[in-house]
């Protein structure tokens, strides 16, 4: 029985006795009366007064005193009932607060009580200069487990994660605040605890789901972090974590070097920049060596000047460590599509996208065909590139890809040779476009390994038949050995078919229109006239023939 049951069990019984008293008083106070009010009638009659007076007396300061005590009675009354409705609404209100601040499905904290107790802690840490240490994990390709295997089976998994965090120390509090996002705040832990901890806590999660693995990120705050700077560096910790094959523990001051953090500042802007009805869009040439004309244009988005952002690949980069890629890269795509209505019906329209947004409902193939469409184009005309960023589910992308592909949109690999997720793919998928990454283009004129990556690069697209466009074309030292490599061979379809680049053309915002880059076409013709054998352009043919 609860304190409350008990109060209102005690009330009523005092307030039972007290209208007892006061029925038993008032049946005392009226006979009395009314046998002082007989005896007066009889006074009267014998003249005798005084006696019989004093009789009635009584009777009035009796029932006096009834009227005072009811009076008590009743304001007592209310006052016990006031104090159970307020004990009332208190247990309701606390039973709301508890689950405004519970994760319903795993029982744990959930983001608003994260973000309280963390305040606290960190605080406390600075006041008392205690060490506060935070972790971060993420349940590995989370996404794909959901969509293979359902959705309980994700929440299984949730469950299970929640019951391995709730086996650490009684004073280190969990959380879940966000899908597959959990954290932990490890109080009076330096470095070296913490990393220990997140070790036991990855290897718990493995006992108990294997083989469901996490990533964990670990930060230790120092003196004048506060609590946006821990979550930001351990939020760093976590995403070198994933990138770097997952399933480890990464400590945030192994990475400190090569981490990018965000201020809170940079956070808020890109959220404002998602509430834009569109954003700015520039169109680059794409040239076709063969024909030294424009065969496509290129859409590059350009957040306002004004936004609080650098530029696209700043955008971009907060997008991706606040998880609203998908979303930005939605409103480029329609900002796209809204300011391509005028594209010529013989040139291409080129449209970069991660890979992982084409696995978000905002970019689903149905959204790509509603949307070319209202623009008016056809999706043969569209050419969708993927820009080199962490692929987390391959298998789905792929898959996405397929449909598009189906449906008449044509696909390219963007910056290829920049990094390993983009070679990994051109070998699992058929692109009609490969654009190879401007750093391999310019270190192929002076680099051995270099050119041996861009040889491999030719080859492979060669092999499926790929469209090879350059990227980084900002010279006429880079237009030559392009040039080059194609008049070595006598083949005008060998080696790199099309170029892009400052050279031929810079991004010009406004509609998409060729007429201002026609004028490049003579720096092209001057390329061809100047090809000849040289000594990069002959390493490289030998590289790629054999």
């Known amino acids: 029985m609860n304190s409350l049951d008990t109060l209102n069990r005690l009330s009523a019984a005092i307030i039972l006795f007290v209208l007892l008293t006061l029925g038993v008083f008032g049946c005392f106070a009226l006979h009395s009366t009314a ?50 409705a307020d004990a009332e609404v208190r247990r309701h209100v606390e039973t709301l607060e508890r689950a405004a601040l519970t994760d319903s499905l795993t029982g744990l904290g959930n983001h608003r009580a994260f973000y309280e107790q963390f305040e606290r802690e ?72 913490a990393r220990t901890a997140g070790a036991r806590l990855q290897q718990r999660v493995r006992n108990l789901i294997a083989p469901v693995t996490v990533s964990v990120g670990v930060c230790t705050a120092v003196r004048d972090h506060d609590e946006h700077d821990l979550y930001e560096c351990a939020d760093a910790a976590l995403y070198a974590a994933k990138s770097n094959g997952r399933d480890a523990v990464v400590c945030y001051e192994d990475v400190e070097r090569d981490a990018v953090v965000f201020s809170n500042k940079k956070a808020s802007a890109l959220r404002a920049l998602l509430e834009l009805p569109r954003v700015d869009v520039a169109f680059q040439p794409i040239w076709s060596l063969a024909e030294s004309h424009v065969f496509g244009l290129e859409a590059l988005c350009r957040p306002p000047s004004d936004c609080g952002l650098s530029g696209p690949q700043e955008a971009f980069d907060v997008a991706e460590r606040i998880r609203r890629t998908a979303e930005l890269d939605e409103l480029c795509v329609r900002s796209v599509f809204d300011a391509a209505r005028t594209l010529p019906p013989d040139v291409f329209l080129f449209v970069n996208v991660a890979p ?59 910056d290829t040779g920049s990094g390993y997720a983009g070679l990994n793919l051109l070998t699992q998928a058929p692109f009609d476009f490969v654009k190879i990454d401007r750093g391999i283009v310019t270190g192929a004129q002076h680099n051995q390994r270099t050119r041996a990556v861009l040889a491999g690069i030719i080859a492979i697209a060669r092999e499926a038949g790929s469209f090879v466009i350059a990227e980084g074309i900002e010279n006429m030292q880079h237009l030559q050995f392009l040039r080059e490599l194609q008049h070595q061979r006598h083949d005008l379809s060998f080696g790199v078919h099309g170029a892009q680049g400052y050279l031929l053309g810079r991004p010009r915002i406004g509609n998409p229109r060729l007429e201002p880059f026609l004028q490049y076409a003579s720096l092209l013709d001057a390329a061809a006239d100047a090809g000849a054998d040289t000594e990069n352009g002959s390493s490289l043919l030998e590289a790629v023939s054999s």
């Not at 349940?139 to 391995?164: M, P, W, Y």
């Open 35 to 84: 046998v002082a009010a007989h005896a007066l009638r009889s006074a009267a009659e014998a003249g005798e007064f005084d006696r019989k007076t004093t009789a009635l007396q009584i009777g009035m300061a009796a029932l006096a005193l009834l009227a005072i005590c009811t009076k008590f009675a009743l304001m007592y009354t209310r006052r016990v009932y006031r104090r159970r």
């Open 356 to 414: 992982d947004s084409l696995s978000h409902p905002l970019l689903s193939p149905q959204r790509w065909l509603q949307l070319i469409a209202r623009a008016g184009l056809r999706p043969s005309q569209v050419v969708i590139e993927l820009t080199e960023r962490r692929i987390s589910n391959p298998d789905h992308v792929l898959r996405m890809l397929g449909a598009l592909r189906a449906e008449g949109v044509s696909i390219a690999l963007d």
């Open 122 to 193: 960190v605080a406390r840490a600075r006041r008392h200069n205690l060490a506060l240490s935070l972790v971060l994990m993420d349940v590995d390709d989370f996404k794909a487990l959901n969509d293979t295997r359902g959705h309980k089976h994700g929440d299984d998994i949730l469950v299970a994660v929640a019951q391995a965090l709730r086996g650490s120390r009684a004073e280190d509090v969990a959380y879940r605040i966000g899908g597959d996002e959990f954290a932990m705040l490890l109080v009076e832990t330096d470095s070296e605890g």
